[in-house]
């Protein structure tokens, strides 16, 4: 088993930027596929960003191009998301998976216009 806690949501106002961070614990996740998905109140969650393997090979939603990155720390077995420049659009709770078959609770980020 997988256990996901992810931390550093809040409230930013646009154009600022936000660092979400998921902890694994359980078992090492270096070789997992490691990401984050997102959902809007009434919306359905939709993939934001996700980093595969060592090799940390990583992939973006179009919306979050330029404006997130995602990154891993192995010896910390942690994941990252560096948000900047960020929009009312992107409010949202932040989910964090690993093989998206493990979830994390979730953690609210709030962009204010």
């Known amino acids: 088993q997988v256990q996901l806690v992810e931390s550093g949501g809040g409230l930013v106002q646009a154009g600022g930027s936000l660092r979400l961070s998921c902890a694994a614990s359980?078992?090492?996740?270096?070789?997992?596929?490691m990401g984050w998905f997102r959902q809007a109140p009434g919306k359905e969650r939709e993939f934001v960003a996700q980093?595969?393997?060592?090799?940390?090979?990583?992939s973006y939603a179009d919306s979050v191009k330029g404006r997130f990155t995602i990154s891993r720390d192995n010896a910390k077995n942690t994941v990252y998301l560096q948000m900047n420049n960020l929009k009312p659009e992107d409010t949202a709770v932040y989910y964090c998976?690993?093989?998206?078959?493990?979830w994390g609770q979730g953690t609210q980020v709030t962009v204010s216009s």
């Open positions: 998976h690993a093989n998206r078959r493990y």
């Open positions: 359980g078992r090492t996740v270096s070789s997992y596929a």
């Open positions: 980093i595969i393997g060592s090799a940390g090979s990583t």
